[in-house]
């Protein structure tokens, strides 16, 4: 018995050690100056920051010491992924649950859009507090730790996450969803959080230029050739008499099909290997998605039909001209306007965040 206990007082000591050995010994001072800074609004300071990250070498170099100071009401937090976008990544989250501040180690699953927290708690707090609304957490996590399945070796390079939302509900084992408005915002190219010198802008992120190609050719595709196509068969006939609004529309509107494919196929690029095409929580890109999906179906089954059309003569044109021209044309038009409105308030919520 007494073996027993001396061995299981000796795995507790161990264990101690292990866990200890993984914090340094002193965390960063109060007057710490931060060799790496990212904030927003850009050159923001102290309190007119809604979002500031520090990062420094520990004096123990196996480390580093990071300080999030935000305002929010949920959380602030900052992650690290090889891709540009939200999966795989490893997240460091200064979250107020209830009413007091815990931060949590946590890691976006790869190829999907969910943040679940690391079975291994590796970060190192300092101070936490939570004062008018502002959100401060000061931590300390080794560079390379030794879980890296979902801990990421802070000595090479990666794209940062910085992002803070009002959302409540976390826990110590979920974090809340943040809304469109609080994507996080993702740095244009990769750093490595060891070396890295000097300020960056939380602003600093645009839009992947395939996303913006994407909206372009659809405000081209729609608002311009699609309704120029259309405003040539309706209204320019009798002005037209010799079927010149026939190649007209013709034109317009095989141009319109040629760009909106071709705006269709780069969000489909544009999103490979990151978050996926839309994230099932947000109603807003989910109306964007399917009314998207439904216009380039009927889009391209519109130019099928006329391709079949009967003479002008027939007695049964009237159904043709009711399907192709109302039913299928202006349906298509009103939808796809429609979602080019929704298209650019998502555009919009972005430029809010990103554009410097």
Same mark, same amino acid.
């Given at each position: 018995?007494?073996? %027993? ?7 507790? /000591? ?5 866990? #200890?050995?993984?914090?340094? @010994? ?19 300071? =102290? ?11 520990? *004096? ?8 999030? *100071? $935000? ?13 540009? $976008? ?15 501040? @815990? ?71 979920? +974090?809340?969803? &943040? ?17 890295? !010198? ?14 913006? #190609? &994407? ?28 079927? *010149?609004?026939?190649?007209? &529309? ?14 269709? /196929? ?9 978050? =996926? ?16 999906? +439904?216009? %380039?179906?009927? &889009? +391209? ?24 021209? @109302?039913?299928? =044309?202006?349906?298509? *038009?009103?939808?796809? /306007? ?6 650019? #308030?998502?555009?919009?919520?972005? /430029?809010?965040? !990103?554009?410097?």
């Amino acid at each position: 018995l007494h073996l %027993m206990m001396l061995t299981v007082v000796c795995l507790l /000591l161990v264990l101690s050690s292990a866990s #200890a050995a993984n914090c340094p @010994t002193n965390g960063p001072p109060s007057n710490a100056t931060w060799r790496f800074t990212t904030s927003f609004p850009p050159g923001c300071n =102290g309190t007119a920051c809604s979002y500031f990250l520090g990062v420094r070498t520990n *004096e123990d170099a196996q480390f580093l010491d990071f300080m999030m *100071e $935000g305002k929010a009401d949920g959380w602030i937090a900052v992650g690290y992924t090889p891709n540009p $976008g939200m999966p795989d990544a490893d997240v460091f989250v200064c979250a107020l649950i209830g009413a007091q501040v @815990t931060i949590l180690d946590t890691y976006n699953i790869p190829n999907v859009y969910s943040n679940v927290v690391d079975s291994s708690q590796d970060l190192c707090p300092s101070s936490m507090s939570s004062v008018n609304g502002r959100i401060r957490c000061v931590f300390s996590r080794a560079i390379k730790t030794n879980d890296m399945v979902q801990d990421k070796d802070l000595n090479q390079s990666y794209y940062q996450l910085n992002g803070w939302t009002d959302a409540s509900g976390s826990s110590s084992t979920s +974090i809340a969803y &943040h809304s469109r408005i609080s994507t996080p915002l993702i740095s244009p190219s990769k750093l490595n959080p060891t070396t890295a !010198v000097s300020a960056v802008s939380a602003g600093m992120a645009s839009l992947d230029p395939l996303i913006r #190609a &994407h909206g372009i050719l659809m405000i081209v595709t729609w608002p311009v050739l699609a309704v120029t196509g259309i405003f040539f068969a309706a209204w320019m006939k009798p002005a037209l008499p010799k079927a *010149e609004w026939f190649q007209v &529309h013709r034109a317009a509107m095989l141009a319109s099909l040629f760009l909106g494919c071709v705006a269709f /196929l780069f969000i489909f690029v544009a999103k490979r290997g990151t978050r =996926g095409l839309v994230s099932f929580v947000d109603p807003t890109t989910i109306a964007h998605f399917a009314i998207g999906i +439904i216009v %380039m179906v009927l &889009h +391209i089954i519109n130019p099928i039909i006329s391709a079949f059309r009967c003479i002008p003569t027939h007695p049964r044109r009237w159904l043709f001209n009711l399907v192709h021209g @109302t039913f299928i =044309g202006l349906g298509v *038009e009103l939808l796809a /306007l429609t979602n080019v409105g929704i298209g650019l #308030a998502l555009f919009g919520s972005r /430029l809010n965040l !990103v554009t410097v």
